[in-house]
């Protein structure tokens, strides 16, 4: 049983400043896994909690396949939930932590005790915990009890599965491990599911697609692909991974940090103040006296697999990802070329750009 999820200009605001949420709409396809990525307070949280029935949006519409979802009770709604912190009954063995959802039902509902067991057992078994069932949650690590959650969760065979940061307070490793793992459980089990994660790596992984957030709005949604390469905003190249910010003044399509052309539009920019995005991979150093921008070395630094470089051009500073085993001291001067990079006018919509002209006044500042 999967259904499709619509949330159509939904609303929230608690009547403390700002709304947490404005106008989101987000159509969610049956089986299709998305994940709502945001910085803390972008409203994640208030979202999936909308869904759940656990909250009433101030306005908007909540539809699973076509049909008004507000108007059913947290109880009916058929939601699964797992929380950060595994709400797991402290109490209760893992195997009466799964057989929860089903044994609290009216009983006209209650599926007899024996085909209760049976479904506990395929649950333990579909997240590999089949000979923990005897365990109680303190008797376990932190990604086994999130296992345990997720069980509790697809118990009452859901008709969507929300998980507010399922991952968020376990160690760096464990999260990784687990997140493959969840997307396998969901390509056998295929729930329509929302994913919350402020882990961009996270989702990108994870998701089908992303619904990247911004205070209380959505920034951008579309494929790990989309959000990655192609960010719509400045807010969103920001929180897609690493990258360097830079100030620019933009004159005839040319962006200028200080004096120094350091890139040019490829498509028309309004004159004025703009931002300029690029990811430290997306940098080629050249020796110095070789095509590109005059830079200077100002500091570097391992950083797993590569090493990144501090370079100062103009008066920008940016981040170079170069081989381990090349020596870049500190003070050398490097030619510096940007492969790909994002110019966003004052709150416009991002273009690409290409190499500054040459001789631009200033442009060999360095
Ligand atoms: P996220 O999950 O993205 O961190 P939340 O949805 O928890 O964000 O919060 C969004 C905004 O709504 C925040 O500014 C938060 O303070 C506010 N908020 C959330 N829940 C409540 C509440 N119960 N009462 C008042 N304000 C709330
Ligand atoms: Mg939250």
Known sequence: MTVAVTIDQV?????????????????????????????????????????????????????????????????????????????????????????????????AERPSEAEIRSRVADLLALVQLESFGGRFPAQLSGGQRQ????????????????????????????????????????DRTGHTTLFVTHDQEEALELADRVVVMGKGKIEQIGTPDDVYDRPETAAVFGFMG???????????????AGSTAIAAATLAVPDGPGLLYVRPHDVTLGLHGTAGLKGQVRAFRRHGAIRRVEIAVGTAVLEADIAPTVRVPIGEKVAVRLDRARLFASDGPGVDTKAPPAHQPGDYAI
């Open 242 to 256: 690493e990258s360097s910010r830079i100030e620019v003044d933009v004159k005839n399509g040319v962006a200028l």
């Open 147 to 186: 296992r345990v959650a997720l069980a509790r969760a697809l118990a009452i065979e859901p008709k969507v599965l929300l998980l507010d940061e399922p991952f968020g307070a376990l160690d760096a490793l464990v999260r990784k491990e687990l997140r493959r793992w969840l997307r396998e459980l969901h």
């Open 11 to 107: 609303g929230k605001s608690f009547g403390n400043g700002a709304p947490a949420l404005s106008n989101v709409s987000l159509d969610v396809k049956p089986s299709e896994l998305v994940a709502l990525l945001g910085p803390s307070g972008s409203g994640k949280t208030t979202l999936l909690r909308i869904v759940a029935g656990l909250e009433q949006p101030s306005h908007g519409r909540v539809l699973f396949d076509g049909h008004d979802a507000l108007s059913v009770p947290v109880r009916r709604r058929g939601i699964g939930f797992v929380f950060q912190n595994y709400a797991l009954f402290r109490h209760m063995t893992v195997a009466e932590n799964v057989a929860f959802g089903l044994r609290s039902r009216p009983r």
